[in-house]
């Protein structure tokens, strides 16, 4: 263990001690290293869970213990010492935060042992984050995909941890206050805070995981060679928990990244869309798949991350195809790439004709309506227009230049009341969006026809969509 | 702390290195090390996404048994860490070696990462480590030089390659997405240019246009339309292109004099990115020897109810071409700015229909006609020997309809 990483050290005061406000000058100690130390890192918070242990040998009577965080980013609120062996015998009589040292305990433990106990000090930590990225890379045909999956795990907590179980948590957690603010906050006024409710919260949180740490075990600890490390993946309630195999240093300052996932031959499906809500207004190539079982993925949900996706480029390389973040994709789920646009696929929307019918007049001082083109109208002038339906007509012209025929899939949002008339059986997504699919063979152009009513004024009756499959003219 | 600059990377090592330190128990920390420097074997710059160029380089790893360090580093260059892969390729020689990357870690302050690879065996492995690179960016530019008699021009397409990365490259293998692959050293701030593909022959159609919404007038006053003159030309096959989308770039359009040496510079425009079957219009500038006056001869109303009008429109064009020869004069007119010349901007979509006393020849051009915008083709005599000019006189005709 090095300079920096005593930093957060456990002194045992063999000499009299009394009080910590004494101005004893002259001390001795003894500094009882960690054996263990456990690191459960959440990634929707700044937290980490730290689990250590260390042998500490005891005298009968009244045992001070001094520890201390100086430099690091440890809630004082949060630390919590227990006793692994001989628990019966040991007791803490009490907790003293001096004043003058901030980043600073003392515990007084009263021992009936006159000899070795294996104490565990935890505590939340700030500074310690993990984040997941993922690499695709599709075949060269565009049928399958490897999909690997990674964890980077990065330490700023100004601690250095040495072989430490590095555990992840997967999901989000409620925190009425933000560690790394009370880490930076005196003790005496940590203490002055809505302690009980945010302490309560904390040694719950603390007690839940380490309970199941128990369950899962330490790992395979010490174990060196060339074998990739295995990230044992469990549910727990609400959460997920990576258990990265054996032991890890993670320096401060350093950050690590492992595999986490890796998926071979997971197959996809290439869709075009247009929806510009989610994507702009241009047609997006997408890659398709989903976290199961059968597309040989779905161990474990997938935590948010960015998804880098590159492509065999069918000559030894690689081409990059684009970079997204992906929200917590759980088992079952599907992930939606989006590729951009791709150049040889055209998509164009001409409007054709416009015009307009069912024109109603509102006769003035009345509510009696002409409708335009009926017996007299023409000689009507005291009214005004009221209503009336605009049509559109609209090609929409898509041209497949790869040698790949190729799925579209449309969106079109309209407000008002409004019907939408397409060969292709439009379907409604929302009450104002209208879907439809088309399918092209390679290097082939297809213009498909869509009209669209707007009734307007008097005429407009709902605020919906109609879709209708119909033959349309030019 | 662990200090690398003692013990992982040489400091005299290029922008971007690779070096190698083989691991045993207790050897990271140790003061005295062995660091082999595996070199680039093969480099492959991808310039096919529009967005981000990835950079391709192969090297030759000597492993040994059990877990190995590989450091990488990428000092004063703009490498994307985060889309950094290694992959092993094969192994050298005979040896079947399995080879993984157990982890990777980031030292702080620094641009450089340590894989540390797993190797079943003692032996050198194939790897090929990818990354995005900035400022290593590409543009296009076209070169395009006009016949004489301006019915096809020798298109040369050009791809520029700028190198602010602050790193150089060997031998390299270049590729745009598509045509051909380059191999060419890419020298430290060094910017290439390289012949993509040259196109012969393409046929060319000059135009004349006139379009009071989109170019306006040339002597308002007088009712003198500005008429701009471009070449077009048609990205298929039929016109000796069409074998990729052509992308935006500078088009520098010259004129062949007929004789050698006397190729003329007309000007420079800006050619959009065009797909497959569309057309690239090269704008020239604007013609002084066509003359278009534009008046509107007739705005009558017609009242159809209530508030509700239908509008009779003629708009006459007199032409007059001061040229030696023959040309054809593109006639467009935006139905909607005739509508809102007459009676204001309603902000609606303009329902019209032609009327009989349309003069020009052929009708309308459907294939170059919108929903609002009709385009005619009127054939233009070249003037008299005495240098007169016939005047052509055209009339568009249309009713607009469901006015209010």
Same mark, same amino acid.
């Given at each position: 263990?090095?300079?920096?990483?005593?930093r957060?050290?456990?002194?045992?005061?063999?000499?009299?001690?009394?009080?910590?406000?004494?101005?004893?000058?002259?001390?001795?100690s003894?500094?009882?290293?960690?054996?263990?130390?456990?690191?459960?890192?959440?990634?929707?918070?700044?937290?980490?869970?730290?689990?250590?242990?260390?042998?500490?040998?005891?005298?009968?009577g009244?045992?001070?213990?001094?520890?201390?965080?100086?430099?690091?980013?440890?809630?004082?609120?949060?630390?919590?010492?227990?006793?692994?062996?001989?628990?019966?015998?040991?007791?803490?009589?009490?907790t003293?935060?001096?004043?003058?040292?901030?980043?600073?305990?003392?515990?007084?433990?009263?021992?009936?042992l006159?000899?070795?106990?294996?104490?565990?000090?935890?505590y939340?930590?700030?500074?310690?984050?993990?984040?997941?990225?993922?690499?695709?890379?599709?075949?060269?045909?565009?049928?399958q995909?490897?999909?690997?999956?990674?964890?980077?795990?990065?330490?700023?907590?100004?601690?250095?941890?040495?072989?430490?179980?590095? %555990?992840?948590?997967?999901?989000?957690?409620?925190?009425?206050?933000?560690?790394?603010?009370l880490?930076?906050?005196?003790?005496?006024?940590?203490?002055q805070?809505?302690?009980?409710?945010?302490?309560?919260?904390?040694?719950?949180?603390?007690?839940?995981?380490?309970?199941?740490?128990?369950?899962?075990? !330490?790992?395979?600890g010490?174990?060196?060679?060339a074998?990739?490390?295995?990230?044992?993946?469990?549910?727990?309630?609400?959460?997920?928990?990576?258990?990265?195999?054996?032991?890890e240093t993670?320096?401060?300052?350093?950050?690590? +990244?492992?595999?986490?996932?890796?998926?071979?031959?997971?197959?996809?499906?290439i869709?075009?869309?247009?929806?510009?809500?989610?994507? !702009?207004e241009?047609?997006?190539?997408?890659?398709?798949?989903?976290?199961?079982?059968?597309?040989?993925?779905?161990?474990?949900?997938?935590?948010?991350g960015?998804?880098?996706?590159?492509?065999d480029?069918?000559r030894? /390389?690689?081409?990059?195809?684009?970079?997204?973040?992906?929200?917590?994709?759980?088992?079952?789920?599907?992930?939606?790439?989006?590729?951009?646009?791709?150049?040889?696929?055209?998509?164009?929307?001409?409007?054709?004709?416009?015009?307009?019918?069912?024109?109603? $007049?509102?006769?003035?001082?009345?509510?009696?309506?002409?409708k335009?083109?009926a017996?007299?109208?023409? +000689?009507?002038e005291?009214?005004?227009?009221?209503?009336?339906?605009d049509?559109?007509?609209?090609t929409?012209?898509?041209?497949?230049?790869?040698?790949?025929?190729i799925?579209?899939?449309?969106r079109?949002? $309209?407000?008002?009341?409004?019907?939408?008339?397409?060969?292709?059986?439009p379907?409604?997504?929302?009450?104002?969006?209208?879907?439809?699919?088309?399918?092209l063979a390679?290097?082939?152009?297809?213009?498909?026809l869509?009209?669209?009513?707007?009734?307007?004024?008097?005429?407009?009756?709902?605020?919906?969509?109609?879709?209708?499959?119909?033959e349309?003219k030019? | 702390?662990?200090s690398?600059?003692?013990?992982?990377?040489?400091?005299?090592?290029?922008?971007?290195?690779?070096?190698?330190?083989?691991?045993s128990? /207790?050897?990271?920390?140790a +003061?005295?090390?062995?660091?082999?420097?595996?070199?680039?074997?093969r480099?492959?710059v991808?310039?096919?996404?529009?967005?981000?160029t990835?950079?391709?380089?192969?090297?030759?790893?000597?492993?040994?048994?059990?877990?190995?360090?590989?450091?990488?580093?990428?000092?004063?260059?703009?490498?994307?860490?985060?889309?950094i892969?290694?992959?092993?390729?094969?192994p050298?020689? #005979?040896?079947?070696?399995?080879?993984?990357?157990?982890?990777?870690?980031?030292p702080?302050?620094?641009?450089?990462?340590?894989w540390?690879?797993?190797?079943? #065996?003692?032996?050198?492995?194939?790897?090929?480590?990818?990354?995005?690179?900035?400022?290593?960016?590409?543009?296009?530019?076209?070169?395009?030089?006009?016949?004489?008699?301006e019915?096809?021009?020798?298109?040369?397409?050009?791809? %520029?390659?700028?190198?602010?990365?602050?790193e150089?490259?060997?031998?390299?293998?270049l590729?745009? !997405?598509?045509?051909?692959?380059?191999?060419?050293?890419?020298?430290?701030?060094?910017?290439?240019?390289?012949?993509?593909?040259?196109?012969?022959?393409?046929?060319?159609?000059k135009?004349?246009?006139?379009?009071?919404?989109?170019?306006g007038?040339?002597?308002?006053?007088?009712?003198?339309l500005?008429?701009?003159m471009?070449?077009?030309?048609?990205?298929?096959?039929?016109?000796?292109?069409?074998?990729?989308?052509?992308p935006?770039?500078?088009?520098?359009?010259?004129?062949?004099?007929?004789?050698?040496?006397?190729?003329?510079f007309?000007?420079?425009?800006?050619?959009?990115?065009?797909?497959?079957?569309?057309?690239?219009? $090269?704008?020239?500038?604007?013609a002084?020897?066509?003359?278009?006056?534009?008046?509107?001869?007739?705005?009558?109303?017609?009242?159809?109810?209530?508030?509700?009008?239908?509008?009779?429109?003629?708009?006459?064009?007199?032409?007059?071409?001061?040229?030696d020869?023959a040309?054809?004069?593109?006639?467009?007119?935006? $139905?909607?700015?005739? +509508?809102?010349?007459?009676?204001?901007?309603?902000?609606?979509?303009v329902?019209w229909?032609? !009327?009989k006393e349309?003069?020009f020849?052929?009708?309308?051009?459907?294939?170059?006609?919108?929903?609002?915008?009709?385009?005619f083709?009127?054939?233009?005599?070249a003037?008299?020997?005495?240098?007169k000019?016939?005047?052509?006189t055209?009339?568009?005709?249309?009713?607009?309809?469901?006015?209010?």
């Open positions: 263990m090095r300079w920096c990483v005593q957060a050290l456990l002194i045992l005061l063999l000499a009299a001690w009394t009080s910590p406000a004494q101005a004893d000058n002259i001390d001795l003894t500094v009882p290293s960690r054996d263990t130390v456990q690191l459960t890192i959440y990634n929707s918070e700044d937290i980490t869970l730290v689990r250590e242990t260390r042998k500490v040998t005891f005298k009968k009244v045992n001070p213990l001094q520890f201390s965080w100086a430099n690091t980013l440890i809630d004082p609120t949060s630390v919590e010492l227990k006793f692994l062996t001989h628990a019966e015998q040991l007791d803490v009589l009490d003293t935060f001096p004043h003058a040292k901030s980043q600073m305990l003392y515990w007084n433990v009263s021992s009936e006159d000899g070795e106990a294996t104490i565990q000090i935890t939340f930590t700030s500074g310690i984050t993990w984040s997941a990225d993922y690499i695709c890379i599709a075949d060269a045909p565009e049928g995909m490897s999909f690997e999956g990674f964890v980077r795990v990065h330490n700023s907590s100004g601690e250095e941890y040495e072989n430490a179980q590095v %555990r992840l948590v997967v999901g989000t957690i409620n925190l009425v206050e933000k560690i790394a603010q880490a930076q906050v005196p003790q005496s006024e940590v203490l805070m809505d302690a009980d409710k945010l302490r309560d919260f904390k040694k719950d949180a603390t007690h839940r995981f380490m309970e199941r740490a128990g369950a899962l075990g !330490g790992g395979k010490g174990e060196e060679g074998k990739e490390k295995e990230i044992v993946k469990e549910g727990l309630s609400e959460y997920f928990i990576y258990t990265i195999e054996g032991t993670i320096s401060n300052g350093w950050s690590k +990244r492992m595999r986490s996932l890796a998926g071979q031959q997971v197959p996809f499906k869709q075009y869309r247009y929806r510009p809500a989610e994507y !702009g241009q047609l997006v190539r997408m890659y398709l798949l989903t976290n199961s079982v059968e597309s040989k993925l779905g161990t474990t949900p997938l935590p948010d960015v998804v880098r996706v590159f492509r480029n069918g030894g /390389g690689l081409s990059y195809l684009t970079q997204q973040s992906i929200k917590y994709v759980p088992i079952g789920d599907k992930i939606e790439l989006n590729l951009g646009v791709d150049p040889e696929v055209i998509f164009e929307l001409i409007k054709l004709r416009a015009f307009r019918d069912e024109l109603w $007049l509102q006769l003035h001082g009345t509510s009696d309506y002409r335009v083109g017996d007299g109208v023409m +000689r009507i005291n009214a005004t227009l009221a209503g009336w339906d049509h559109e007509i609209f929409q012209r898509i041209r497949n230049y790869t040698s790949k025929p799925e579209v899939e449309v079109r949002t $309209l407000p008002g009341h409004v019907v939408f008339r397409s060969q292709l059986e379907k409604l997504h929302d009450y104002q969006t209208v879907e439809f699919l088309a399918r390679p290097a082939k152009r297809a213009d498909l869509l009209e669209v009513v707007r009734k307007q004024g008097i005429n407009a009756k709902q605020s919906n969509i109609t879709p209708q499959t119909a349309i030019p | 702390m662990r690398r600059s003692s013990c992982c990377r040489p400091l005299w090592l290029a922008a971007l290195g690779l070096a190698l330190l083989p691991l128990p /207790g050897v990271s920390q +003061r005295v090390k062995l660091i082999t420097l595996p070199i680039r074997q480099v492959e991808q310039l096919d996404n529009a967005a981000a990835l950079v391709e380089e192969e090297r030759i790893v000597p492993l040994v048994k059990g877990e190995n360090q590989v450091d990488f580093s990428w000092a004063n260059t703009q490498i994307d860490p985060n889309t892969v290694f992959r092993v390729v094969a050298v020689g #005979d040896k079947p070696l399995d080879v993984k990357v157990l982890s990777v870690s980031y702080p302050n620094e641009a450089a990462l340590v540390a690879v797993g190797s079943s #065996d003692s032996g050198s492995a194939r790897v090929r480590i990818s990354y995005l690179l900035g400022n290593l960016s590409k543009s296009f530019n076209y070169r395009a030089v006009a016949s004489k008699d019915k096809s021009l020798v298109l040369s397409e050009y791809m %520029r390659l700028q190198n602010f990365a602050n150089q490259f060997g031998s390299t293998s590729f745009a !997405g598509y045509g051909k692959t380059f191999l060419k050293p890419i020298g430290l701030n060094e910017t290439k240019e390289m012949l993509v593909q040259k196109f012969e022959k393409v046929p060319i159609r135009t004349y246009t006139c379009n009071p919404a989109e170019y007038y040339l002597d308002q006053p007088q009712n003198k500005r008429v701009p471009h070449y077009v030309l048609k990205n298929d096959q039929a016109n000796q292109l069409g074998a990729h989308p052509l935006y770039g500078k088009v520098r359009i010259f004129i062949d004099g007929g004789q050698p040496g006397q190729t003329a007309l000007g420079e425009d800006w050619g959009k990115f065009t797909p497959i079957d569309d057309e690239m219009k $090269l704008y020239l500038g604007v002084q020897d066509v003359v278009v006056k534009r008046t509107i001869e007739k705005n009558e109303r017609k009242h159809i109810g209530g508030n509700v009008y239908d509008h009779e429109v003629i708009l006459k064009f007199e032409i007059e071409n001061f040229k020869q040309v054809t004069l593109d006639v467009v007119e935006n $139905l909607r700015h005739v +509508r809102n010349e007459i009676r204001g901007d309603t902000k609606r979509d329902q229909e032609l !009327g349309t003069t020849p052929g009708g309308v051009d459907k294939e170059r006609s919108t929903f609002e915008q009709v385009t083709h009127a054939p233009l005599p003037r008299a020997k005495d240098g000019a016939e005047k052509v055209h009339k568009i005709h249309v009713f607009i309809r469901n006015e209010w």
